[in-house]
C-alpha cells in the first residue's frame, strides 16, 4: 500500500509543474531560512555548556544597593580565596584579573629574529582553572604551568604566531611594557564549544606582583577580578542566599562596616556561568556580551517563515485539490474510505517536503558562508552536524510535511461522490474563506517584517549618524606603549611638525571604551551635593577638548601643561554639574583619592558611552602623563599620509614599540554590532517572507485565471480590455492585502516601540514607515497579479471559449 500511495505521489507532481514548482521552491526557502536561524540560536543557547561542571560553576558578582546602585560582574581581589576558605559548600574558586587593557609581547629567537604583538586577549588567572574549566593541555605539565612566578601559557593559535613549528615549551616572551620576561610552561587547545571565556593566553597568579601593589590586592572596594566559584555536588543554588549574606559580613568587616551597614550597601549574587552570554550585561563585564531579547526575535521570525511556507503549501494544495476532483470520485466509487484518501493525500505532502528538504539542505550549505558574514560568527562543521540537529531536521520534516499536509487531506477526503464526479470546482464559502485568511495571513507577517526592517534600519541611522556633541571624524586613536612615552617628546615634536595633523591629546579612555566609576567627595559648601557621588572619570590633557571639538558651557579649559604641571584641576560635564545646582560648579573642590582639586570648567554633555545609555556624570581630570591613548585630528584627504607617517616616527624613536591603532568613529560603530548583524539578518528574511507570499499569491491568481478562463474568453469578445481584466483577477487579492496591512499596522507598531524602549536615544515612529511598507507590498502584489492578469489578457479568447 506504502508503494502505491509513493507512487501515486511521485506521478501527481507532474500533473500540475508550475504549482508543485511553487510548493517545492517556496518550501526550500522557508526550510533553507529556519534552519540558518536554529542553529544560529542553538549556538547562541550553548555558549558555556560544554564546560563538565558547567552546572556547578557561578560567577560572584556585587550589586551596590542604595541611589546609583551599580551591579558589578568584578569582585574585590581576596574574595575568591575567602570565599573558598569560609564557604564549606565551595569546592574551588578561580579567578581572572586583565593586567591591562593591551600588552606588547615579544619573542627574540636564537638567531636574532624578533616577533612582536600587541595582544588584548590576556589574563592573570589562578591555577585552579585548568580544573573549573577542563583546559585541555597540548603541551606542558597542567598540575605545574600555572604555579610558578611569570608563568604564561598559550593557546595554539598564539604558540603558532610566536614560535611558528617550533616547541614553545621553556622559551621567553618578554612583556614589553612592563618589561618582565614570561617563561611558556603550556601551551593549550581551543575550547571546542562556545564560551564567554575568551583568552589568548594565561598568567599564572603569583605573576601579579609584578602589575599591582600589595594595596591594591588587598583592597576590599575594588573591582578587579571576575571570580567563579564552583559549588560542591548536591548544593542547591537556593541554599547560598544566607550563606552569602553570612560571608558578606565576615569578608567586609576589616573594612569597618558593621553588619547592618553592609547589607544595606551591597549584595553578593551568584550567577550560573550559562546565563551570562545572553542574561548579563554588568558594569565591569569581561567583553560585551548578546542579548536574549535577540534570539527570542530569531526565533519568531523563524517561525514565521516557516508559516509563510506552509500556508503556501496549504493554499496551493487545496487549489489543485480541485484538479483531482474526478479521481477522488473514481477512487471512492471503487471503495476508497476516507481513512485512505487521507493517507494517499498525506503522503503526497511527505513527498513534497522530503523534496524540499534535500534543495533547503542545498540552500542551507550554500548560505553558510554569506551567513557567517552577516552575522559574524562562524558555523562549525562539526557543531552543524549532530544527532541533535539530525534530530531537529527529523522533527522539522514530519511537522510540516503533516501539519501542512493535512488540512489540505481532510479537505479533499470531505468531497461528497456526486459533486466529485461532475468535476464540480467552486469551492464553498468556507474553504474561501480559510484561503483567504491564510492570504491574509502571509501578508501580515510580511507587512511587519517591512515595517521591522524599515524602523530598524532608521535606529541603526540614528546609532551611526546622531550628533554625540563631540566631532568623532578624521581622528586617530593611537595605543601609546611604555617605550613611547618615554620618548613622548620626541614624538610631539614629530607631531608638530606634520601639517596634516591638526590637534592631539593623551587620554585614558576614547569616546565608546568603557569609563571607570569612582567616588568624588566634594569639599565646602556643596550645595546639593552633601554626600558625594559617584561619576565616570577620564585623566586627560589641556588639547582633549580643542581635538574632540567639545564646547565648553562655563569655566575654562585646563592651564597649559607648561604652566605647572605638578597641580591638577576637573572639568565636568552638564549631567555632573547638574548635582550643584545651576551655575554653582565652577570653583568648588572635588576629591577621589588622594587627588584634591578646583572644578575649572563645565563642558556641554557628549555622549561618551553608547547610546543604549543616558549620559552619566563625567570627570575630567588634568593628568597629561597618564593615559594610554593618543587622540591625532587628521586633516581631511589626509588619513592614509598620515597614518604612514605616524607609523615612521614611532619606529624611528621608539623601536622596541608597535604602531597599534583605530579609528574613533569605528570604535564608536562597534558598540552597536549586535544590532548592526539583527538589521542585516532582519533585512535578508523580510525580503524572503516577502519572496514567499508573493509566491503563493501568483499561484493563488493562476488558479483564479484557470477556473475563469471562460469568463474571461467572454468579456473579451464583449469588448473588455487588458486592463479591465486584470482588474477583475486582481481586485479581491488586493482587498485581502489590504486587510493584512491594516491588520499587521497597530501589532507592529506596538511591538516595535517595546524593543525601541530598551534604548536611552530612539526614533520615534513614524506613520510613513507604515505607508511606505504598504505601498510596497501592494506594488509587488500589484506587480505579481498583473503578470498573471496580462497573460491572461493576451490569450486568444477562441482558445479560452473552446474549453470544455
Known amino acids: 500500500m506504502l508503494k502505491s500511495y509513493l507512487k501515486i505521489a511521485w506521478r501527481s507532481l507532474f500533473r500540475s509543474p508550475f504549482q508543485t514548482f511553487i510548493k517545492i521552491f517556496g518550501l526550500s526557502i522557508g526550510i533553507a531560512s529556519v534552519m540558518l536561524i536554529l542553529f544560529h540560536v542553538k549556538d547562541e543557547l550553548s555558549f558555556d555548556q560544554g564546560f563538565l561542571k558547567s552546572d556547578r560553576i557561578f560567577r560572584v558578582t556585587n550589586e551596590n544597593l542604595g541611589e546609583g546602585a551599580r551591579h558589578w560582574a568584578a569582585t574585590p ?82 604558540a603558532q604566531k610566536y614560535f611558528g613549528n617550533e616547541n614553545p615549551l621553556g622559551k621567553i616572551i618578554m612583556d614589553n611594557i612592563a618589561r618582565i620576561p614570561l617563561k611558556v610552561s603550556g601551551v593549550i587547545a581551543k575550547f571546542p564549544f562556545q564560551t564567554h571565556l575568551r583568552f589568548d593566553y594565561l598568567l599564572s597568579m603569583p605573576t601579579i606582583n609584578n602589575y599591582q601593589d600589595q594595596g591594591a590586592l588587598s583592597s576590599r572596594g575594588w573591582s578587579g577580578f571576575y571570580t567563579y566559584v564552583l559549588l560542591k555536588e548536591d548544593i542547591p543554588l537556593a541554599s547560598m542566599t544566607s550563606k ?38 554588568l558594569e565591569k563585564e569581561m567583553y560585551p556580551n548578546s542579548d536574549i531579547t535577540y534570539v527570542y526575535i530569531f526565533g519568531f521570525v523563524a517561525l514565521f517563515i516557516l508559516l509563510l511556507a506552509a500556508v503556501n503549501f496549504i493554499n496551493i494544495s487545496t487549489t489543485q485539490s480541485f ?48 551567513y557567517d558574514d552577516l552575522t559574524s560568527k562562524p558555523f562549525y562543521q562539526e557543531n552543524i552536524f549532530t544527532l541533535s540537529n539530525f534530530g531537529i531536521l527529523l522533527l522539522m520534516f514530519i511537522s510540516v510535511g503533516v501539519l501542512a499536509g493535512l488540512y489540505p487531506a481532510l479537505f479533499v477526503s470531505r468531497f461528497s461522490l456526486v459533486s466529485s464526479l461532475k468535476s464540480k470546482k467552486n469551492s464553498g464559502p468556507r474553504i474561501q474563506i480559510v484561503r483567504n485568511s491564510l492570504i491574509v495571513f502571509q501578508f501580515v507577517i510580511s507587512v511587519f517584517m517591512i515595517v521591522g526592517t524599515i524602523i530598524i534600519y532608521n535606529q541603526m541611522n540614528l546609532f551611526h549618524h546622531k550628533n554625540l556633541g563631540f566631532d568623532k571624524e578624521q581622528v586617530l586613536a593611537v595605543t601609546m606603549h611604555r617605550d613611547m612615552w618615554e620618548n613622548y617628546g620626541a614624538l610631539k615634536a614629530k607631531m608638530l611638525e606634520n601639517p596634516a595633523i591638526e590637534s592631539f591629546s593623551t587620554t585614558t579612555n576614547i569616546p565608546g571604551d568603557r569609563f571607570g566609576s569612582y567616588f568624588f567627595t566634594p569639599l565646602g559648601n556643596a550645595q546639593q551635593v552633601t554626600e558625594g557621588f559617584d561619576a565616570r572619570l577620564m585623566l586627560s590633557d589641556h588639547k582633549f577638548l580643542s581635538t574632540l571639538d567639545i ?53 556641554k554633555d557628549f555622549n561618551f558611552a553608547s547610546l543604549h545609555s543616558p549620559i552619566e556624570p563625567l570627570v575630567i581630570q588634568y593628568n597629561p602623563y597618564a593615559g594610554g591613548h593618543l587622540l591625532v585630528k587628521v586633516q581631511e584627504n589626509q588619513l592614509a599620509e598620515t597614518i604612514a607617517y605616524m607609523e615612521k616616527s614611532v619606529e624611528s624613536i621608539a623601536p622596541s614599540s608597535t604602531f597599534s591603532y583605530s579609528f574613533v568613529d569605528d570604535r564608536l560603530d562597534g558598540l552597536y554590532d549586535t544590532e548592526n548583524r539583527m538589521s542585516k539578518v532582519f533585512n535578508v528574511f523580510a525580503l524572503l517572507s516577502l519572496l514567499i507570499a508573493c509566491l503563493g499569491l501568483y499561484g493563488l491568481s493562476a488558479y483564479a485565471a484557470r477556473i475563469r478562463i471562460k469568463e474571461i474568453g467572454i468579456r473579451k469578445v464583449l469588448g473588455s480590455g487588458k486592463m479591465d481584466i486584470i482588474k477583475i483577477l486582481s481586485r479581491d487579492f488586493l482587498k485581502l492585502v489590504s486587510t493584512a496591512i491594516l491588520i499587521a499596522a497597530p501589532f507592529t507598531y506596538f511591538t516595535m516601540k517595546r524593543w525601541l524602549q530598551d534604548f536611552a536615544y530612539h526614533i520615534e515612529i513614524q506613520w510613513w514607515m507604515f505607508g511606505l511598507a504598504g505601498a510596497l507590498v501592494l506594488f509587488i502584489a500589484i506587480a505579481t497579479l498583473s503578470y498573471q492578469g496580462i497573460k491572461s489578457a493576451n490569450a486568444n479568447p477562441i482558445e479560452s471559449l473552446r474549453t470544455e
Open 244 to 281: 552569602m549574606e553570612e560571608f558578606m559580613i565576615q569578608f567586609y568587616e576589616p573594612h569597618g562596616e558593621t553588619p547592618s551597614e553592609t547589607l544595606a550597601a551591597r549584595k553578593l549574587r551568584l550567577q550560573p556561568i550559562t546565563d551570562i552570554h545572553l542574561h548579563s550585561k
Open 323 to 370: 484538479g483531482r476532483v474526478k479521481e477522488i470520485g473514481v477512487r471512492k466509487v471503487v471503495g476508497a474510505k476516507r481513512k485512505q484518501l487521507i493517507h494517499q493525500f498525506l503522503m503526497d505532502s511527505l513527498l513534497v517536503t522530503f523534496l524540499s528538504m534535500i534543495i533547503a539542505l542545498v540552500i542551507f550549505a550554500s548560505a553558510i558562508p554569506h
Open 551 to 603: 564646547p565648553i558651557k562655563e569655566g575654562r579649559n585646563f592651564f597649559r601643561e607648561e604652566a605647572n604641571t605638578g597641580n591638577t584641576e576637573f572639568i565636568i560635564n552638564e549631567a555632573a554639574g547638574k548635582l550643584f545646582g545651576p551655575g554653582k560648579a565652577v570653583g568648588k573642590r572635588l576629591t577621589i583619592g588622594r587627588d584634591t582639586a578646583n572644578i575649572v570648567g563645565v563642558v
Open 77 to 158: 581581589p581576596p574574595m575568591g580565596p575567602e570565599m573558598q576558605q569560609l564557604l564549606p559548600e565551595v569546592e574551588l574558586t578561580v579567578r581572572f584579573h586583565r593586567p591591562s587593557a593591551y600588552q606588547l609581547l615579544s619573542h627574540t629567537s636564537k638567531s636574532g629574529n624578533t616577533r612582536k604583538f600587541e595582544e588584548r586577549g590576556g589574563f592573570i588567572v589562578d591555577s585552579g582553572a585548568v580544573e573549573m574549566f577542563d583546559l585541555e593541555f597540548v603541551q606542558g605539565d597542567a598540575n605545574t604551568a600555572l604555579s610558578e612566578i611569570n608563568s604564561i601559557i598559550l593557546t595554539e593559535d598564539m
